[in-house]
């Protein structure tokens, strides 16, 4: 989808305030003829939509597949398009600096491209539910590390103020724990834990099974919530839950049923396979759908990243025969 800067300024900050993972792609350096122009940008999401405009037939489905690469491991990266020849590098293709990647593309229309491929991820959104000094203190340090924090009253929570995306504290100390906890349930957030004793949580997660909640995400609830650091301060208890939410976070360990998991970076959507086939002329991987360009020849059907590569294989078949 063509779209200006502006625009694609303004579809990141939607796709941040939804908390949706994407990568932002830039060109640094062209060479003729390729069709893209210096600093141009596109947005890719974590399906592998593209907005915007970063180059042609070969470039764009290459740049889209180190784009939902780089969201799941959350490093940027620099790719090299082209031949290695253009870039100044004898051996391209095993000596590059660490960041960096090379594309060998034959595509003549293409020309060469840098182009370098940055993450941007949400921030964990963690609800700390209750008022005590516990609670407050988690909510503070959270925010001390940037993370979307929601300090909420047990009476004030509702299914709506957690997402799968989120981390759900609940620290009530015994005020209505199972009405809050059950609500938490609902939301099927990321994680959730319970502040309290493993009897206190025994009895609590028992009395919702019995009320027909659902024991598989009963099982996903961590009781007590935090590192165990035993008998200790609620300024110690606030830090040995962010120590544990920040341990599985970085574990990638912390896996939602809309997401393939949520890890140090962000939470990444399951991939969208799709199938993938070798251009014979110029050897770029293709994405195969209805709209790819293909021949079919002696009962094998062969796709080409652009009409010039189709073009040149029929050629060749007609000069053999």
Same mark, same amino acid.
């Given at each position: 989808?063509?779209?200006?800067?502006?625009?694609?300024?303004?579809?990141?900050?939607?796709?941040?305030r939804r908390g949706?993972p994407?990568?932002?792609a830039t060109?640094v350096?062209?060479?003729?003829?390729?069709?893209?122009?210096?600093?141009?940008?596109?947005?890719?999401?974590?399906?592998g939509?593209?907005h915007?405009?970063?180059?042609?037939?070969?470039?764009?489905?290459?740049?889209i597949?180190?784009a939902?690469?780089?969201?799941?491991?959350?490093?940027?990266?620099?790719?090299?398009?082209?031949d290695?020849?253009?870039?100044?590098?004898?051996?391209?293709?095993?000596?590059?600096?660490?960041?960096?990647?090379f594309?060998?593309?034959?595509?003549q229309?293409?020309?060469?491209?840098?182009?370098?491929?940055?993450?941007?991820?949400p921030?964990p959104?963690?609800?700390?539910?209750g008022?005590?000094p516990?609670?407050?203190?988690?909510?503070?340090?959270a925010r001390?590390?940037?993370?979307?924090?929601?300090?909420?009253?047990g009476?004030?929570?509702?299914?709506?103020?957690?997402?799968?995306?989120?981390?759900?504290?609940v620290?009530?100390q015994?005020?209505?724990?199972?009405?809050?906890l059950?609500r938490a349930?609902?939301a099927? $957030?990321?994680?959730? !834990? &319970?502040?309290? *004793?493993?009897?206190?949580?025994? @009895?609590v997660?028992?009395y919702? %099974?019995?009320?027909?909640?659902?024991?598989?995400t009963?099982s996903?609830?961590?009781?007590?919530?935090?590192l165990d650091?035993?008998?200790?301060?609620?300024?110690e208890?606030?830090?040995?839950?962010?120590?544990?939410?920040?341990?599985?976070?970085?574990?990638?360990a912390?896996?939602? $049923?809309?997401?393939? !998991? &949520?890890t140090? *970076?962000?939470?990444?959507?399951? @991939?969208?396979?799709?199938?993938? %086939?070798?251009?014979?002329?110029?050897?770029?991987?293709?994405?195969?759908?209805?709209?790819?360009?293909?021949t079919?020849?002696?009962?094998?059907?062969?796709?080409?990243c652009?009409?010039?590569?189709?073009?040149a294989?029929?050629e060749?078949?007609?000069?053999?025969e």
């Amino acid at each position: 989808m063509p779209m200006d800067g502006w625009g694609i300024m303004q579809q990141a900050t939607e796709l941040a305030r939804r908390g949706e993972p994407f990568a932002l792609a830039t060109v640094v350096w062209r060479q003729a003829p390729s069709s893209s122009q210096q600093g141009a940008k596109a947005l890719i999401t974590a399906a592998g939509e593209l907005h915007g405009w970063i180059g042609g037939a070969c470039a764009e489905p290459t740049v889209i597949r180190a784009a939902r690469e780089v969201i799941g491991t959350g490093t940027a990266r620099l790719l090299l398009l082209g031949d290695r020849e253009q870039f100044g590098y004898e051996t391209a293709a095993g000596d590059l600096p660490d960041g960096m990647t090379f594309v060998p593309i034959a595509c003549q229309s293409e020309g060469a491209l840098e182009v370098y491929i940055e993450p941007v991820l949400p921030v964990p959104h963690l609800v700390v539910v209750g008022d005590s000094p516990m609670a407050s203190t988690l909510a503070d340090l959270a925010r001390t590390l940037g993370w979307q924090t929601d300090l909420i009253a047990g009476q004030d929570f509702t299914v709506a103020a957690a997402s799968q995306r989120s981390l759900v504290v609940v620290a009530t100390q015994g005020h209505d724990d199972e009405g809050v906890l059950e609500r938490a349930v609902a939301a099927r $957030p990321a994680y959730l !834990g &319970l502040v309290g *004793s493993h009897k206190r949580g025994e @009895a609590v997660l028992g009395y919702l %099974a019995d009320r027909g909640a659902d024991r598989e995400t009963l099982s996903r609830v961590h009781v007590p919530a935090g590192l165990d650091l035993g008998p200790t301060t609620h300024q110690e208890i606030a830090v040995a839950i962010l120590a544990e939410l920040v341990k599985l976070r970085a574990a990638g360990a912390l896996v939602t $049923p809309g997401h393939a !998991g &949520l890890t140090q *970076s962000g939470p990444v959507p399951a @991939a969208r396979q799709v199938p993938q %086939a070798t251009d014979p002329v110029c050897g770029m991987s293709v994405d195969v759908g209805a709209g790819t360009r293909s021949t079919r020849r002696d009962g094998t059907t062969y796709y080409f990243c652009s009409a010039g590569c189709q073009q040149a294989f029929e050629e060749r078949l007609l000069n053999h025969e």
